[in-house]
């Protein structure tokens, strides 16, 4: 088994900067490639953001790009999602997702997710 848990969401302002982690537990002796996902109120989870086991690959939303950049510190077994230039249509719930497979990750099929972290950006 393996556990996500997310941390750093909070309250900013248009314009501000925020930056998430998902520390992974368990089975962390494998190399997972993770994804981060968000859903605001009413909508669907939508993709966000994904970085395979070995940093080779990234993949960002159209939305996102150039905004947002995902990283990972394998010695903390964390991976991070920075945001900067937030806008009030970023606000939404926001998860982390691990999987072997880094396709599984991008397509929102991960085998494992976090709970979530709220991240609310004001105008």
């Known amino acids: 088994q393996v556990q996500l848990a997310e941390s750093g969401g909070g309250s900013v302002q248009a314009g501000g900067s925020l930056r998430l982690s998902c520390a992974t537990s368990g089975r962390t002796a494998r190399r997972y490639s993770v994804g981060w996902f968000r859903q605001a109120p009413g909508k669907e989870r939508e993709f966000v953001a994904a970085?395979?086991?070995?940093?080779?690959?990234?993949y960002y939303a159209d939305s996102v790009k150039g905004r947002f950049t995902v990283s990972r510190d394998d010695a903390k077994n964390t991976e991070y999602l920075q945001m900067n230039s937030l806008k009030p249509e970023d606000t939404a719930v926001y998860y982390c997702?691990?999987?072997?497979?880094?396709?599984?990750?991008?397509?929102?099929?991960?085998?494992?997710w976090g709970q979530g972290t709220q991240v609310t950006v004001s105008s």
């Open positions: 970085i395979s086991w070995n940093s080779t690959n990234t």
């Open positions: 997702t691990a999987d072997t497979y880094y396709t599984a990750v991008v397509n929102g099929a991960g085998l494992y």
